[in-house]
C-alpha cells in the first residue's frame, strides 16, 4: 500500500523560528512531490512543489527532496502567527498507465502553530 | 484567471436522503478530481477524470457514490442514499496534465473551495 506519513503535531514554534515539517513516502518510484497549506475550514493551497533531489526556495519556504531516503521536507523560516496551518505533504506515485495522468497521496498533515 | 468553483459550500441532509455537488475546473484544465477529506485526515482520491473519461474510481464506493462529466469540463458527484459515515468535505481538484508527461508542472492540483456535508 502506497502511505506518506507525517508527524501529526502539533507543532508550536515561536513566532521569528524556523518550523520544520518532515514527510516520508513508501513508494521510490515517487515522480512529484508537493506542499499545501490548508488553513481551519479551508480547502488546501498548493504552496511548493518539487521535482528532483536537493533544494527548491521559494520566498521564506524551502523544500527539501532526498528520494534516496524517501524523504522531503518544508522549512519556513521567519515563522509568523498567519503560518498557523495544517501543513499536508502531498506523493505523486507515478503515472497511470495508458492514461499519462497523475495521482496524489496525502498524509494526514502536520499542524503547526506559530506563537507570537 | 478564475478557480475551482464548487456549490453548494454547505449542506445538512439526514441519512438515507440523496445530495449532489457541482465542480467546474479551472478553465483548460483537462484533468478533475474529487476528494473526501475527513476531519484530522488528508483529502482521500473518490475519482478522476481525464476530459469526460475515467481515469480512477476505484476508492469510490460505487453502491452509492456517482459521478459523471459529461462534456470534460464541469462535474457532478452525487451520494444516494447518504449514510452517517459520508459527513465530511468533498473537494474538488483540476490540473492541466498532458499525455504523455511533458512538464511536470502540468501535475500540479488546484482546489475549490470545497463543500462540507453533515448527515444527521
Known amino acids: 500500500q502506497k502511505e506518506v506519513e507525517q508527524n501529526s503535531g502539533p507543532l508550536s514554534v515561536p513566532e521569528g523560528a524556523i518550523a520544520s515539517l518532515n514527510c516520508t513516502y513508501s513508494d521510490r518510484g515517487s515522480q512529484s512531490f508537493f506542499w499545501y497549506r490548508q488553513y481551519s475550514g479551508k480547502s488546501p493551497e498548493l504552496i511548493m512543489s518539487i521535482y528532483s533531489n536537493g533544494d527548491k526556495e521559494d520566498g521564506r519556504f524551502t523544500a527539501q527532496l532526498n528520494k534516496a531516503s524517501q524523504y522531503v521536507s518544508l522549512l519556513i523560516r521567519d515563522s509568523q502567527p498567519s503560518d498557523s496551518a495544517t501543513y499536508l505533504c502531498a506523493v505523486n506515485m507515478g503515472v497511470i498507465s495508458g492514461a499519462g495522468s497523475y495521482q496524489l497521496t496525502f498524509g494526514k498533515g502536520t499542524k503547526l502553530s506559530v506563537i507570537p | 484567471e478564475a478557480g475551482v468553483a464548487q456549490s453548494p459550500r454547505y449542506k445538512i441532509i439526514e441519512k438515507r436522503q440523496s445530495v449532489a455537488f457541482w465542480c467546474n475546473p479551472i478553465s483548460g484544465h483537462a484533468t478533475l478530481y474529487w476528494y473526501q477529506q475527513i476531519l484530522g485526515q488528508g483529502p482521500k482520491l473518490l475519482i478522476q477524470f481525464q476530459n469526460n473519461g475515467v481515469v480512477d474510481d476505484s476508492q469510490l464506493p460505487k453502491d452509492r457514490f456517482s459521478a459523471e462529466r459529461l462534456k470534460g469540463v464541469d462535474s457532478t458527484l452525487k451520494i444516494q442514499p447518504a449514510k452517517l459515515e459520508d459527513s465530511a468535505v468533498y473537494l474538488c481538484?483540476?490540473?492541466?496534465?498532458?499525455?504523455?508527461?511533458?512538464?511536470?508542472?502540468?501535475?500540479?492540483?488546484?482546489f475549490g473551495p470545497g463543500t462540507r456535508l453533515t448527515v444527521l
Open positions: 481538484a483540476s490540473s492541466l496534465d498532458s499525455t504523455p508527461p511533458g512538464l511536470a508542472s502540468y501535475n500540479e492540483q488546484f
